[in-house]
Each structure stands twice: as C-alpha cells, then as structure tokens.
C-alpha cells in the first residue's frame, strides 16, 4: 500500500486524531519535515470531510491531538 505523506501540520494533527496509521516523519528535507501516513480508504474519506468542512470532533480531543502533532514534529529530531 501507498503512503500519503502531508507536511501540513493541521492536516496531520487531523489525521492523528481519527487513528490513521502514522508510519513517520521524513526529514529528507532538512527544510521541511513531512507526516508520513498509511495510505488508506479512511484515510482519503477523512481528508475529503476536513476540506469540505464537514469532519467533527471533540475540541479537546483535537487540541491534544495537535500538541502530540507539535511534539512528534520538535522534539523527535
């Protein structure tokens, strides 16, 4: 199976959030670091409710979710 890889950090908090399978973070780039996820029907089904703007969640949820994204993203060198 693919990958889908997302240098976006919402799109990645999002995707951590809904359990999608993290495989890591490529810093091939030393620019730019990039969310690498199992490509997935779940995960393209989650992605097309986040740009429409219909994807819900919990905002706490979320927002923790995001720090782990932050953490995952600095101090994972």
């Known amino acids: 199976m693919q990958d889908f890889r997302t240098p976006d950090l919402p799109t990645a908090t999002v995707l951590l959030h809904k359990n999608c399978r993290f ?3 490529d810093r091939a780039d030393p620019k730019r ?3 690498v996820f199992e490509d997935s029907e779940k ?3 989650i992605l097309r ?3 429409r ?3 819900l969640c919990p905002a706490q949820s979320l927002l923790s979710d995001f720090k ?3 953490h995952i993203l ?3 060198v």
């Open 68 to 70: 782990r994204a932050k």
């Open 43 to 45: 995960l393209q089904r």
């Open 33 to 35: 670091a990039v969310f």
């Open 23 to 25: 495989l890591g973070l």
């Open 74 to 76: 600095f101090d994972h």
């Open 49 to 51: 409710e986040y740009w």
């Open 53 to 55: 703007d219909e994807l």
